[in-house]
């Protein structure tokens, strides 16, 4: 089965990812170089990757990548852009690289309407770096640095990051999409490639929020990590398209 679906795009390699089972991270990916492809701008597309499960994701994609510092995915883009104008960059990130240490970076790039797509992998969880809160925790979620749940009184409440960006004038597209069955995957490849498309024709800054599954972490078989992400997480973090501004 995993050959067949690396046969479907150029994008991936043939190289297995480290991904957990029932990590969603590589099928983000494959939807990603699904749309690239279809759009015909693979080959000069850049991604950008920093800190967290996604990091060595340069092994998994045909593309010219950039491995930055944590949070910093941002940042580094808005110089590629300037260096190479006509690139397409694709930003992968998860919510502690996104929301945590690199929010500056998050709504400043945002904020500028800079001509990026932004692929932010939220999974209610710090995963690469063993099962810690993050800003996304759901409260009364458990994590090793709140053993006994995320309390609202201690920890603040869950950072929503569509419904933040949303407040800013310049982005063009925001939406928030899930895979925990095939409808959903097929929305949210359609979110993707509304983000890339945008990109293409330069109409500026474009983010797709994908609530995605730490089986590891959470706890969970694979099958009950995708019935928590549609019983749990949604109620929190709703899905749908935010802003879509032609």
């Known amino acids: 089965m995993s050959e067949m679906l690396y046969e ?6 043939d190289k297995p990812t480290h991904y957990c089972p029932g990590c969603t991270h590589g099928l983000e990916h494959k939807l990603v170089g699904e749309v690239l492809e279809e759009l015909g701008i693979i080959d000069r597309t850049i991604m950008i990757i920093s800190v967290g499960c996604s990091a060595p994701a340069y092994d998994y994609a045909n593309l010219d990548s950039i491995a930055c510092l944590h949070g910093r995915a941002p940042a580094t883009a808005t110089g590629v852009r300037a260096a190479l104008p006509d690139s397409i960059l694709y ?3 998860g919510d502690g690289d996104l929301l945590s240490i690199g929010l500056d970076e998050t709504i400043s790039a945002a904020s500028r309407g800079e001509n990026i797509t932004v692929v932010f992998a939220n999974n209610n969880i710090y995963g690469m770096t063993g099962g810690q809160m993050a800003a996304t925790t759901l409260i009364g979620q458990k994590a090793t640095t709140c053993p ?3 309390d609202p009184k201690l920890d603040g409440y869950p950072m929503k990051a ?9 982005p063009k597209f925001i939406a928030r999409e899930a895979l925990y069955d095939i409808p959903h995957i097929n929305k949210c490849k359609k979110a993707l490639k509304k983000a890339f498309q945008n990109q293409k024709e330069g109409k500026g800054y474009s983010f797709v ?10 706890h969970m078989s694979p099958q009950a990590s995708m019935e928590h992400v549609k019983n749990e997480m949604e109620e929190v973090y709703p899905l749908g398209v935010f802003r879509d501004e032609d």
Do not use: D, V, Y
């Not at 569509?162 to 310049?170: K, P, S, V």
């Not at 929020?209 to 959470?218: D, G, H, Q, V, Y």
């Open 209 to 218: 929020e994908i609530l995605s599954t730490c089986p590891t972490n959470w």
């Open 162 to 170: 569509c419904e933040m960006i949303n407040t800013l004038t310049a």
């Open 91 to 93: 930003l992968h990130q």
């Open 148 to 150: 006994r749940g995320r």
């Open 8 to 13: 479907r795009t150029k994008f991936l390699t």
